[in-house]
């Protein structure tokens, strides 16, 4: 999901059922407090790698999101536009019928 919101085309991207598949609840750690005096280095390292980690998923759950909410705005005034030909057929095929029923019994 590299693409921005801008390059996404609802007609050729369709999501796999792994991608809408519902993530696990993940129930979180209570948090360990650390005194100042054991945070070195690696617990630096930890933390920056962490934090990164926290970015993309977050990101990624964004575009995610975003991308089902423009695909579904889409898919709803596309059934909109077919609902209004429907419509329109139905009322031509009404008239159609009215017009050969003066010829013939239907």
Not at 7 to 33: G, V
Not at 63 to 72: G, P, S, T, V
């Amino acid at each position: 999901m590299a693409s921005s919101g801008r390059d996404f085309d609802p007609r050729t991207r369709a999501f796999s059922d792994e991608e809408l598949k519902p993530q696990p609840m993940i129930k979180k750690s209570r948090k360990q407090f650390v005194p100042d005096d054991l945070k070195d280095d690696k617990y630096w390292a930890r933390r920056r790698k962490n934090n990164m980690a926290a970015k993309r998923s977050r990101d990624a759950r964004r575009m995610k999101e975003n991308q089902i909410a423009l695909r579904a705005g889409f898919l709803e005034k596309e059934n909109m536009g077919l609902r209004q030909e429907l419509d329109r057929l139905k009322n031509e095929n009404m008239l159609l019928r009215d017009k050969l029923s003066k010829y013939t019994d239907v």
